[in-house]
């Protein structure tokens, strides 16, 4: 009879406990607007190192601190064959993988729910531009993926049809995440990469009257802020936009002054003088990369203005990196600034990419550098990131950074959407 008591009395204090840290929970949670089911998916959605991810061998919470013995300990392992060998997903992982969509989006651990009442009533519309490496694509995706947000995903018609193939399968496995309606071929430097993004502009503009800003990506991109801390950096904004947009320099005039035509997939030069821009706009210098308002995508696909400043574009060289910013100081489009020189806005103050020129770099003591050296590699004279750049990335206030490359330096990417993941849950509490 007495053990049956202190059973029962065992079993009253467990209650009681239960009891209590039920209340405690529903406490936090009525400060925090999360809806309950939030924190019972919280241990499924961080990484964690027995997840069976190669890249484990490596001690991210060093790397993002700086530390030099952990950065070269990382340095000599991507370069081992073996590890190179380990870390490669082929393109029919995806294809078969994703025949069961529920399995591979819970083994993969994409959020399948809105973090925050705040995200929730602030989704996002992004195009993203690749042709190949679909684990990076994947990863992408991945590391930015919100069931409120929408994707547009536009595969270079000359890209592999394995690849077309397995990125056809991920999307399909996603309500908000499709193709666009029309896909070209795109070469290098020419008004085909504008194109893309502007056909899927018009597919995102069409499919949804939800979204209030705009991202393009490409698939050497990856983001250094979470969701919402995207949203909320976007919400400051009140409307505005924020791209590089500066008075096009001399050494550049060439790009808009001859006409340009692609012989043999390149963009050549011709001796034909190109007429003066529509309007008497001032054409402006820039780069593909843009953070924009619904507002500006509207003026973009029917702005008369801006429709014949897209034609006269046409046959220039690399169009992308004066387009966008020309826009951005055409009077009356939403989110725009004024043409004085004041307003000029560096990539360096833009918070849509950050990007590492080999020609601005160096120490921090020097009167000519922009940032300090690469510690990865470079690639046209841009910075392919390595583990070592993680610390200093991590410090900047832009949205996202360029370049990353999967096959030179994995733990760079790794420890990064490691690092966004478990910040972004810990925003549940």
Not at 381 to 389: N, P
Not at 405 to 410: H, K, L, M, N
Request: charged share 25%; hydrophobic share 40%; net charge positive.
């Amino acid at each position: 009879m007495r053990r049956l008591q202190q059973n029962w009395l065992l079993l009253l204090k467990g209650f009681v406990v239960l009891g209590s840290l039920w209340l405690l929970f529903l406490l936090n949670w009525s400060k925090t607007g999360r809806d309950l089911t939030y924190s019972f998916r919280y241990n499924r959605l961080e990484y964690t190192d027995v997840d069976g991810d190669p890249e484990e061998e490596c001690n991210c919470y060093a790397i993002l601190k700086g530390e030099r013995e952990a950065i070269e300990k990382v340095k000599l392992l991507t370069i081992t064959k073996d590890f190179k060998k380990r870390i490669h997903i082929p393109n029919e992982y995806y294809i078969n993988a994703t025949e069961d969509c529920t399995t591979f989006k819970l083994t993969r651990k994409y959020l399948t729910f809105p973090l925050s009442k705040e995200e929730e009533a602030f989704p996002l519309a992004y195009s993203m531009v690749v042709h190949h490496k679909v684990q990076s694509f994947e990863r992408l995706l991945r590391a930015i993926y919100a069931p409120q947000n929408i994707y547009c995903v536009h595969v270079d018609k000359k890209s592999e049809a394995s690849v077309v193939s397995a990125i056809r399968s991920i999307t399909s496995c996603f309500s908000n995440v499709f193709i666009v309606s029309e896909a070209v071929s795109v070469v290098y430097a020419s008004w085909s990469r504008v194109q893309a993004d502007l056909n899927c502009m018009a597919d995102l503009y069409s499919a949804s009257t939800k979204w209030k800003y705009f991202i393009n990506l490409c698939g050497q991109d990856f983001p250094l802020k979470t969701n919402l801390e995207i949203v909320r950096m976007l919400r400051a904004l009140k409307g505005g936009n924020s791209l590089e947009s500066e008075k096009l320099p001399p050494e550049k005039q060439w790009r808009v002054a001859k006409v340009h035509e692609i012989v043999d997939g390149k963009v050549k030069g011709t001796k034909r003088k190109k007429d003066p821009p529509p309007f008497n706009l001032p054409i402006m210098s820039g780069n593909a990369y843009i953070v924009v308002s619904r507002g500006y995508v509207q003026s973009v696909l029917t702005d008369n203005r801006i429709q014949a400043l897209i034609e006269w574009a046409k046959d220039t060289y690399s169009p992308d990196e004066f387009l966008w910013a020309t826009i951005q100081r055409i009077p009356g489009v939403p989110g725009s600034t004024w043409l004085h020189r004041k307003y000029d806005m560096t990539d360096v103050n833009a918070i849509a990419r950050l990007i590492k020129w080999q020609l601005h770099e160096g120490s921090q003591d020097s009167l000519q550098a922009v940032y300090p050296e690469c510690q990865g590699n470079h690639v046209r004279q841009i910075c392919v990131y390595g583990a070592g750049d993680l610390q200093w990335m991590l410090e900047q206030h832009h949205l996202f950074a360029n370049k990353f490359d999967i096959e030179r330096d994995p733990i760079a990417i790794y420890c990064l959407e490691k690092y966004l993941r478990q910040r972004a849950v810990s925003e549940l509490y």
